[in-house]
């Protein structure tokens, strides 16, 4: 029994050694393997996918369909503004209020995966709005950048911020 008595604290170590292994690691997989080619591949489908209301409804100048992209806790970086979900909401009324059409070019768009829940997407390209009050300004480039994350199997953009170069700016005859 002696014999028995000296390998217990050595058992009891091993045992929590083992123990805090299995919950830190877990039976998941972990999240810094590498993706293979098909996880990026269907990653990218699944964040392009989740961008099509944000897309369409800034071409239909409908706010209420491009929110769709857009989770609730998003924070919207514009100029000098910091806007939340609220905000960015009010702000795509003034946007779409004023404005009579709008057309774009895209020039570039790449996706960035940073993990399985986190990809960045970054959109150029050439932008022309028709005002209500007739004038036409033209954005080139026009930059967009968001993240999106995927929370319960869906991807939603959380942080969005853009930058233009008006190209031209001019009233219609």
């Known amino acids: 029994m ?9 058992l009891s170590w091993l045992f929590l050694a083992g123990a805090w292994l299995l919950l830190t690691t877990g039976c ?3 999240e810094d393997t590498p ?3 098909e996880e990026s591949e269907q990653i990218k489908k699944e ?18 369909l491009a929110l769709q992209s857009f989770a609730p806790d998003m924070v919207s970086c514009y100029d000098t503004l910091l806007l939340g979900y609220e905000d960015y909401r009010k702000s795509w009324d003034e946007y779409t209020a004023a404005r009579e059409s709008i057309r774009y070019t895209q020039i570039s768009e790449d996706l960035i995966i940073l993990t399985r829940d986190y990809v960045i997407d ?13 004038e036409v300004v033209v954005y080139n480039p026009a930059r967009y950048t968001n993240v999106f994350r995927k929370r319960d199997g869906e991807w939603k953009i959380v942080f969005a911020q853009n ?5 031209e700016q001019s009233a219609q005859p």
């Open 47 to 64: 964040v392009l996918a989740a961008g099509e209301p944000l897309m369409a409804g800034w071409l239909a100048l409908d706010g209420s």
């Open 163 to 167: 930058t233009h170069t008006v190209e």
């Open 35 to 37: 993706l293979t080619p």
């Open 122 to 134: 970054t959109w150029v390209g050439r932008v022309e709005e028709v005002m209500k009050t007739g």
């Open 2 to 10: 002696k014999k028995l008595n000296r390998f217990v604290p050595f």
């Open 28 to 30: 998941a997989p972990r």
